[in-house]
């Protein structure tokens, strides 16, 4: 953890940030993150905290709701199963999947918990059918974002050890530390 502090700060910032700006719905980079994030920081556990705590600091803000839960796991799953290693095509995958993933898993839940659907299969079916546009923004922004952050990985490690260098330096000076 202690050679990743930009990544953390970087990942939980723009995730905190972007929830709060306005933006069209769905259309967000938390799950390019989840998807991105053991790419960058090779700890799944760290990943999750990572996602999951800067989303529950922003929905203190933006209100809670009955199926929290079932987005925080479906954003923990997503990072349980993607890749470690940059490979375009596994990335790409991921991105598509996921969104596919965060679709079925958060509709299902907004059918089984509230009322605005019957609870038959035609319901089920109607609530897909009528979530497909917020689908669209999330597939979209989703393939969107990780292109992006797996095209700015190398300069983004760059800044990674730029910050670690200055934060080492920095704490030697005030702190007298060999190592953080």
Known sequence: ?????FYLFFFGLIISVYRLIPHPPNFTPILSMAVMAPLFLKDRMLCMALLIIPMFISDIFLGFHPYQFVIYTTLISITLISPMKKNFLALGSMAIASSVWFFLTTNFSVWLIWDYYPKTFEGLIS????????????????????GLLTFALKYLDRL???ANYILLKFANKYFNFKKI
């Open 1 to 5: 953890m202690k050679d990743k502090i």
């Open 127 to 146: 609530c897909y059918t009528l979530a497909i546009p917020f689908f669209t923004n999330t597939i979209v922004s989703t393939v969107l974002f990780t």
């Open 160 to 162: 990674n050890a730029s």
